[in-house]
């Protein structure tokens, strides 16, 4: 599984909270990516990283700050969460030597 | 920025059949287009990818094929099987140095026994 998990794997949460999810990986990679999935839109990127505190935004990212202070962790946080972030989000990883990214297992997230 | 367009968005086949997904993009600087199958409740998972340098690449029943001049590429699954249904995505990268990837929006694969 490349060392990649996803925590929580699933969440329910109320409109207006803060949400925080974190993508952990053990293998030491520099490139680390925060994707949401949504029926008939496909992967979008919210935010990457490019290595410790080099964080930069994709094509979704309003509403969605990341922080990475530490290599092994990247996390996604929702300020405060709106129903149209219900989704799943996948945290990926660029594996060393090539450009193939790994997907983790997914954070299932329900915005009530 | 870079805009991927797949088509089609569904497509069902008779199992030993051949199937084919296309997808275009629109930067000139990408130079690399890898597909992933995503089953229902999974992560997406790379099956095939190709560099901007090679027209083709096979690897079993699957192979891809990539257009530059025309901006674009497609997937060729041959002799389908019932396991081959799911989702299928094509991506391309931004050509810059942080392998960003955008992503079509994919195509249901549905292979009939």
Known sequence: DAGITQSPRHKVTETGTPVTLRCHQTENHRYMYWYRQDPGHGLRLIHYSYGVKDTDKGEVSDGYSVSRSKTEDFLLTLESATSSQTSVYFCAIKLAGGYEQYFGPGTRLTVT | ?113
């Open chain 2, 1 to 113: 920025g870079e805009n991927v367009e797949q088509h089609p968005s569904t497509l069902s086949v008779q199992e030993g059949d051949s199937a084919v997904i296309k997808c275009t993009y629109s930067d000139s600087a990408s130079n690399y287009f890898p597909w992933y199958k995503q089953e229902l409740g999974k992560r997406p998972q790379l099956i095939i990818d190709i560099r901007s340098n090679v027209g083709e690449k096979k690897d079993q029943r699957i192979a891809v094929t990539l257009n530059k001049t025309a901006k674009h590429f497609s997937l060729h699954i041959t002799e389908t099987q019932p396991e081959d249904s799911a989702v299928y995505f094509c991506a391309a990268d931004s050509g810059g140095s942080n392998y960003k990837l955008t992503f079509g929006k994919g195509t249901l694969l549905t292979v009939n026994p």
